[in-house]
């Protein structure tokens, strides 16, 4: 029998419909090739349907993604629609309605391409980002407006249960590779939240005597990733210092278009969400030439995680095969578009 998925794939704005677009085709071609099916369900939830209605989806969005097997997304976001709105009208919302609290965000150099470092010959890192807690909350506030006194607030919140998760999670990551784990914390300096979340980590990580943990200023781990990103595999971080460190990771290792990203409920209680790390860049937004290999390897790991393990190493393989033949879009030195950096792959899908 062969296995069919329901997946919402959600393309967004700007480049996020053009890489959208080819994620897809290629995931049918891979399809196709590996004996198992995806329906799409298309939605059209970006900043025009803000601009119209308000909202950047419908009110039961969530209960109709929560039928689906998985969330494909391109990027969301304009120069006129502000970014908090594109970010607490969907994507945190999601995350957080889906309980998606891993963000997985692996970055390798690819075959042919060259880093941003010179010198650079082989980088490996996994950041296990914490996605739903920590420095990205709503709680604070703006006090005493047009007064000398005016001041903002803003709460980080950390949980035991949220540490502990994403701790195990990591703890697991780092295990399978080559069993370094570094934790990014910044604890001499946030007193309250940093050293809590140390503690929780080297108590779960207690529990992997085979993993090596090592706890690193997030500071002095931002230098490292430039000056030694060999040293480096697995990262556990919060949702902010994971933020930074994973787009950190993605510049060092060539561009910012070929990071993919894998939001994630690792119980499977609820669909999970994959995305490319980039926005939906309006400077090259309908010039055809935005590179679509953030967006393909982070459709294979959605087959990963759909457990077509075959078919994602065909995706991934095929593109790593188009980039090693000295095929790439201008943004990694190349003359590709992203039509025919795609045609490049589908031919070399196995
Ligand atoms: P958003 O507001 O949606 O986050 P942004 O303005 O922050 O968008 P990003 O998409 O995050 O822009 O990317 C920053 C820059 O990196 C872009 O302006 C673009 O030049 C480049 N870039 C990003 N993604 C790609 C890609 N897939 N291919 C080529 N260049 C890219
Ligand atoms: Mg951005």
């Known amino acids: ?27 049918d071609a891979v399809a196709e090739l590996h004996d ?19 909202r950047m989806m419908p009110v039961d969005g969530i209960e109709q993604l929560a039928t689906g097997d998985g969330i494909y997304l391109g990027a969301v976001g304009t120069p006129d629609v502000p970014d908090d709105i594109t970010l607490w009208g969907l994507l945190i919302p999601l995350r957080r309605k889906f309980d998606q609290y ?58 035991r249960k949220g540490i502990t998760r994403v701790a195990h999670y990591a703890a697991k990551i780092a295990a399978s590779r080559n069993g370094k784990l570094v934790s990014a914390t910044k604890s001499n300096g ?26 690193v200023l997030i500071d002095a781990l931002a230098a490292r990733v430039v ?4 040293t480096l595999s697995t990262i ?31 119980e499977r209680r609820f669909p999970s969400m994959f995305e490319p790390v980039h926005g939906s860049a309006p400077d090259i937004a309908g010039k055809g030439i935005a590179n679509p290999i953030g967006a393909l390897w982070a459709a294979a790991m959605m087959l990963e995680h759909l457990g077509e393990t075959a078919g ?29 950096f795609a045609d490049a792959v589908r031919e070399r899908l196995s």
């Open 1 to 27: 029998m062969t296995n069919k998925y329901v997946i919402d794939s959600i393309p967004g704005d700007g480049i996020g419909v053009d890489v959208t677009d080819v994620a897809m085709r290629m995931v």
């Open 36 to 54: 198992f099916s995806i329906e799409w369900r298309i939605r059209d939830w970006n900043s025009d349907l803000y601009k119209k209605t308000g």
């Open 190 to 215: 946030i007193i309250h939240s940093m050293p809590f979340w140390d503690e929780v980590v080297a108590e779960t990580l207690a529990e992997y005597p085979a993993v090596e943990v090592e706890k």
């Open 227 to 230: 000056m030694k990103p060999t």
């Open 102 to 159: 891993i963000n997985l965000r692996p970055m390798r150099l690819l075959p042919g391409v060259k880093g941003s470092m010179p010198g650079l010959e082989s980088l490996d890192v996994v950041v296990v980002r914490e996605n739903v807690e920590g420095e990205y909350s709503t709680i604070g506030g703006r006090f005493g407006t047009g007064t000398p006194e005016e001041f903002a607030l803003q709460e980080a919140v950390f949980t």
């Open 312 to 340: 994602a190493q065909s995706l991934t393989k095929a593109f790593e095969s188009a980039l090693a033949d000295g095929i790439a879009t201008p943004d990694l030195g190349g003359t590709a578009t992203t039509e025919s």
């Open 236 to 266: 556990v971080a919060s949702n902010l210092f994971g933020d930074i460190l994973s787009d950190l990771v993605a510049g060092v290792a060539g561009s910012i278009g070929i990071a993919p990203s894998a939001n994630l409920n690792p």
